[in-house]
């Protein structure tokens, strides 16, 4: 910025003198923007002012309707906003101020007194009045010469501009939530409009831009900044949706100053409320939440995911509810301008979780599917930490674009800038690393050359450490700091996951131990019963006269509950009306009872090839039924690795396919039942230029069976996609791809220092005991 637009942000910025101790430091902004704005708004109706007086006190006498009547009075001034009252900042006297004051913001037109009442103007009027400082404020900003003769649109955004960061920077904590760093914004700028060099030269051309998060508009005026230093002749036209109010009041209150149709900014929910559905832009920016849930609007995406599908915003698939970067993503993926219009191109920054959260089939992986496989992702800049003023987490700027060059269709280049910052003098939040103009332009270079960077040394200093406590004589050598990028074909990101299964094999055995778990009902009552059994139980019998007072505890039902509620807490009631009901207990004993007859029948060894089970339960000529037979099934047999295979089906006809399940046994094609305990799950990377089966094959031939030859491949698990064994899944573990190997300290090393320092730990104590 240059030096006469900080000095007239600083003279403004100056009224904080006058606030000092009255108000917060983070309240300062919300006074200064908006009698900013104030005064830029008159000296700008200066000149019109006359002829819209003139105007209004035709227009009142005509009685009409207050749109009508507006639309008269905007056409007098000539601008888009205009003032009807016959007072200024001058005028306003010192007796009755605050009344005077607020009388003159209500003859605004309506889109600037909206911003006025978003900033809350009049509670802070009434606080300064009520401090007697209201006066001494307003004399001293109409003494700023905000008239458009003394400075531009452009050159007053960039004093306002300047107004925001310094508002920013006091709000700090809070900042991040609608501030975006100044360097950071450049940063994703630049990547964004380094393509289009019709807009950057030719005079005339018209540019839309666009922000679903505007927060205060800082990427909506840096867009338009970017594109005046080098076409002053060109026509940008900024849009916007906000859900702060505060920040939509400033925004808002920019874009105005700017010249801009402020109409084209909205507040609301862009993801459960989009204002501008039917627009679509040439160039978006955002800087949307890291990590919020989505939870409180969830009903509304569901419903347009599940009735539009692609005709809507989330038609690839719906993140987790605890993240909702991605919808943010995808809703500016649907403003893209239609290539055949020339298209569109995105700045949006992410944290890390976005690059790999989310298996194959899940939401997240579906919509990195969609962006890699339509080709519109062009490429992803990894920042340093503490960067942003509220988290010091991993961010990414991704770039994406539906009008790539020839040479990069189908590639996607990763850039490594996590070294690329220098440390700042004081911190604000938790931003204590910074941008350099050097450090973006290497990274606006590499995403232009749009090739490999093998690692290169960067002459960064290194990081401070603390001289606290003791110091390591050998202390850990800090990775070296490099600057490196990686061009990636797009399928290179995804790969199909198998599911390996694995035969089941069990043994089972009718013994006395595994017969009396069938007294007690399966989970959730199994423990509870076993309990009541033992305290009220013992006297219980199973057979003859004495049975029939089996399972009867009414006269112990009070201490019982009362038990139940301390010990299983987990119970609901329903289950312990079951657990004091005669009947659940005799329906247990019952199956107790029939397990022992089959023992009586079949004895209590123990086989070991359960495919027999079947034939020999059939044999006792004893009728059990589903519920008995299930749970005495569960009861008797357990998984045992040097047990037979369990047979799930013996196939007539049809040929062997082991790699699938399906295995020659003599002159028998056998499958076997799947042990979910064993199931696997193995990730095959993908490869256009060979078929899905074949790829798999060799991979599971390599991989999986060398270490576990009777393991088979799941065909039934397809891609609902393309219908291929395997579902299809993609992640960007960019980590990995930059990953710098350090070799640990020499063995003999390490026990030298562990020698020392035990040896300094015995002198220690022996000094102590003397």
């Known amino acids: 910025m240059a030096d006469t637009h900080n000095n007239l942000a600083s003279y403004i910025w100056s009224l904080a003198d006058l606030l000092r101790g009255d108000f917060k430091q983070s309240q300062y902004g919300r006074i200064i923007l ?37 639309q008269l009075l905007l056409r007098a001034a000539g601008l888009t906003f205009f003032n009807t009252s016959p007072m200024d900042l001058g005028k306003l006297g010192e ?39 209201l006066y001494k404020v307003v004399q001293r900003v109409r003494t700023a010469d905000l008239s458009p003769e003394a400075i531009s649109n452009h050159e007053m955004g960039l004093v306002f501009e300047e107004l925001i960061r310094r508002f920013a920077e006091g709000s700090n904590e809070t900042a991040g939530e609608h501030f975006t760093p100044r360097d950071i914004v450049r940063l994703t700028t630049s990547l964004v409009f380094m393509e289009d060099d019709d807009a950057l030269q030719k005079p005339g051309i018209i540019r839309s831009i666009y922000d679903p998060t505007a927060g205060t508009g800082g990427f909506l005026s840096a867009g338009m900044e970017y594109v005046y230093e080098m076409n002053p002749n060109a026509v940008m036209r900024a849009f916007g949706q906000e859900l702060n109010p505060e920040s939509y009041a400033i925004c808002k209150g920019d874009m105005l100053i700017k010249g801009q149709e402020v109409d084209r900014i909205k507040l609301g929910n862009t993801l459960s409320n989009d204002q501008l559905p039917t627009d679509k832009f040439d160039y978006m920016l955002s800087n949307p939440p890291f990590g919020v849930d989505w939870k409180k609007i969830e009903g509304d995406i569901k419903e347009e995911h599940s ?14 509810v605890s993240d909702g970067s991605l919808l943010f993503l995808m809703h500016l993926l649907s403003k893209l301008r239609d290539s055949k219009d020339g298209g569109g191109r995105i700045g949006i920054i992410l944290n890390g979780s976005p690059l790999f959260t989310g298996g194959a089939g899940s939401g997240e992986s579906e919509i990195r599917r969609y962006l890699l496989e339509a080709d519109l992702l062009e490429g992803i800049v990894a920042l340093p930490t503490d960067m942003f003023y509220n988290t010091g987490i991993a961010t990414y700027v991704w ?59 960067l002459d960064k200093p290194t990081e401070a450490k603390s001289n606290r406590g003791r110091q390591s004589a050998n202390a850990k050598k800090e990775a070296p700091k490099t600057f490196a ?16 299964e694995r035969p089941l094999r069990e043994s089972y055995q009718f013994s006395d131990e595994r017969l009396a778990t069938l007294r007690f009902a399966p989970k959730p009552l199994h423990a509870p019963m076993q309990w009541i059994y033992q305290e009220y139980g013992q006297d219980w019998s199973d057979e003859g006269d004495d049975a029939e007072s089996y399972g009867q505890l009414s006269e112990h039902e009070a201490e019982i509950r009362v038990a139940l509620k301390a010990d299983f807490p987990e119970l609901k009631e329903k289950h312990i009306k079951d657990l004091l009901t005669e009947k659940v207990w005799l329906a247990q004993r019952d199956i107790l009872l029939l397990a022992r007859q ?14 027999g089970y079947e034939a020999a339960l059939k044999s006792t000529g004893i009728k059990l039924d589903a519920p008995a037979k ?42 076997y039942k799947p042990d979910g305990d064993l199931r696997d799950n193995e990730n095959v990377a993908l490869d256009p230029t060979q078929t899905v089966n074949a790829l798999n094959e060799a991979y599971f031939q390599r991989e999986v069976l060398p270490h576990v030859p009777d393991a088979w491949i799941d065909a039934s698990k397809t891609d609902p996609r393309d219908g291929e064994i395997g579902i299809v899944g993609y992640e960007i573990p960019f980590n990995r791809h930059f990953y710098q190997y350090q070799p640990p300290r020499d063995l003999a090393d390490i026990d030298r220092d562990l020698d020392a320092v035990s040896k300094e730990i015995m002198k220690l104590l022996a000094e102590v005991h003397s």
């Not at 700042?424 to 290497?442: F, N, Q, V």
């Open 34 to 70: 908006p009698f900013t704005l104030l005064r830029r708004l008159e000296c700008v109706l200066e000149a019109s002012k006359p002829a819209v007086l003139a105007e209004a006190e035709k227009v009142a006498a005509m009685n009409l309707p207050e749109e009508a009547e507006e």
């Open 630 to 671: 299930k749970q005495i099934t569960a009861a008797v047999s357990w998984k045992n690795p040097e047990a037979a295979k369990v047979i799930k089906k013996i196939h007539k006809k049809g040929q062997a396919a082991p790699l699938y399940g399906r295995f020659q046994v003599g002159e028998q094609v056998i499958e």
């Open 95 to 133: 007796a009755g101020i605050a009344a005077n004051l607020e009388t003159y913001l209500r003859k605004f037109s309506r889109d600037a007194r909206e911003i006025f009442e978003y900033f809350n103007f009049n509670e802070f009027i009434g606080q300064l009045a009520d401090a007697n400082l």
């Open 598 to 611: 089959l023992q009586a029948a079949l004895g209590s060894e123990q086989y070991d090839d359960m495919n």
């Open 307 to 320: 009735l539009q599908g692609f005709g809507g915003r989330f038609g690839p698939g719906l993140p987790r």
């Open 399 to 457: 770039i994406l674009s539906n009008k790539k060059a020839e040479e990069r269709k189908g590639q996607v280049i990763l850039i490594n800038g996590v070294h690329l910052h220098h440390k700042m003098r004081k911190s604000l939040g938790s931003k204590r690393h910074e941008l350099g103009e050097e450090d973006i332009a290497k990274i606006n270079r590499a995403f232009g050359e749009f090739a490999d960077i093998a690692p290169e040394l």
């Open 485 to 500: 990028a990686k061009l990636f074909p797009t399928h290179a990101f995804g790969y199909r996951r198998l599911t390996i």
